[in-house]
């Protein structure tokens, strides 16, 4: 709502400035001689106007295009414009208003183009406003139109700097969330490995005591059993692991499937997975943010409520993407104790790096993690 606000407040701001502009560039044009007529200088008048708000406009519509091609036809149509405020000024010096909107492209192109070029173009600008002035005008060189260039160099140049500075915050920021993740990676390989391993070696040595004691073949077969899903489920969620800390990351849809596979082989539980909508291609923060959630809810399942039956939800909607992991509660006792892994803590900061929410809570004799994320 605040952001709202904010770009309607802008918008009135800047619809004001330019009407009130150009009103007063119209009472401006109304008053100098010659004028605007169907003949003669009065209608080298009207033309003139008409080609540079053509070119202005035009060449800032193109220019915004960050493509090469329409960028450059866009400084040129800027240019073209420029030249043709040179000219109106030279035909009515007195009105002082030949270059009151082409200002507005001389902006974009110091915005645009290399600082040198940028510059170069200003201080051309300055040159043929004072020349046209000495030559044209009664009072010579026009100052104040001068110093109003002048000004509109430096503001474009600060707000180069300004951008510049904020461009290199995000990359700086887009870094250490990248070194972020890749620690946090590196942290869940670790509780994977020690979480499997650990499981393992109990099913191993309770296996050898059997056999050792010659005891239940049954009973030993299950522990054997039992490591080795721990150990293939270990190995998948190592690769991938290691696949998203190269950078690979696949779409939601297919990995959470894959989730509710190992979670069966690994539990003999079943996890349904239900998608609503149509599935997209997910900008990869947001993708992550799902898949990484959706692995660790289901691995705290595992965790903290052995025997419960799981169910995943992933909803493709307008401007976002839902995902719900539920469980109907544990029915036997937990092997692992609390912790371990990142938790719900580690979810939710995840999902406030790219405004996203997570909310978690009881659900019934389960426990429900839900996640929005814009997409």
């Avoid at 051309?124 to 009664?138: H, K, P, Y």
């Avoid at 509109?152 to 461009?167: D, F, M, N, P, V």
């Avoid at 972020?180 to 309770?206: C, K, N, P, Y």
Wanted: with cysteine; proline share 4%; charged share 20%.
């Amino acid at each position: 709502m605040r952001a709202v606000g904010e770009r309607t407040t802008r918008v009135v701001i800047v619809g004001a400035l330019l009407t009130w502009g150009l009103f007063a560039y119209v009472r401006g044009m109304l008053r100098v001689d010659p004028a605007p007529a169907l003949h003669g200088a009065g209608l080298a008048l009207v033309v003139l106007n008409v080609v540079m708000f053509a070119l202005l406009g035009s060449g800032i519509w193109l220019g915004r295009n960050s493509e090469a091609r329409h960028r450059r036809l866009g400084v040129a149509l800027l240019l073209a414009a420029i030249g043709s405020a040179m000219a109106l000024y030279a035909l009515a010096p007195e009105s002082g208003t030949g270059f009151f909107f082409s200002m507005a492209g001389l902006w974009m192109l110091l915005m645009w183009l290399p600082m040198p070029g940028g510059i170069t173009v200003s201080a051309l600008t300055i040159a043929a406003i004072g020349a046209l002035g000495e030559a044209f005008g009664s009072g010579g060189a026009d100052v104040g139109q001068m110093a109003a260039v002048a000004g509109i160099t430096l503001g474009a140049l600060a707000s180069r700097r300004g951008k510049a500075a904020q461009e290199a915050t995000r990359r700086a920021e887009a870094a250490n969330a990248v070194l972020a993740e890749r620690s946090h990676i590196a942290r869940e390989i670790h509780d994977i490995l020690a979480h499997s391993l650990s499981a393992q070696i109990v099913h191993l040595e309770g296996a050898r005591l059997l056999l050792a004691r010659d005891g239940d073949r049954a009973q030993a077969l299950d522990r054997v059993e039992r490591a080795r899903n721990l150990a293939r489920s270990g190995l998948e969620e190592t690769r991938r692991a290691l696949a998203t800390l190269r950078g690979e990351i696949p779409q939601p849809k297919e990995v959470i499937q894959e989730l509710a596979e190992e979670f069966y082989a690994s539990t003999g539980r079943p996890c349904d997975v239900h998608v609503a909508g149509a599935p997209r291609e997910l900008p990869p923060q947001a993708g992550l943010a799902v898949v990484r959630t959706a692995q660790e809810a289901l691995t705290n399942v595992r965790k903290h409520a052995p025997g419960a039956r799981a169910q995943v939800a992933l909803r493709y909607l307008a401007g976002r993407v839902e995902l719900e992991v539920t469980d109907t509660g544990g029915t036997e006792p937990a092997e692992q104790p609390d912790g371990g892994g990142y938790g719900l803590v580690g979810m939710r900061e995840r999902a406030e790096l790219i405004d996203g929410t997570l909310v978690t809570g009881p659900d019934g004799k389960g426990f429900r993690v839900s996640l929005t994320v814009p997409a």
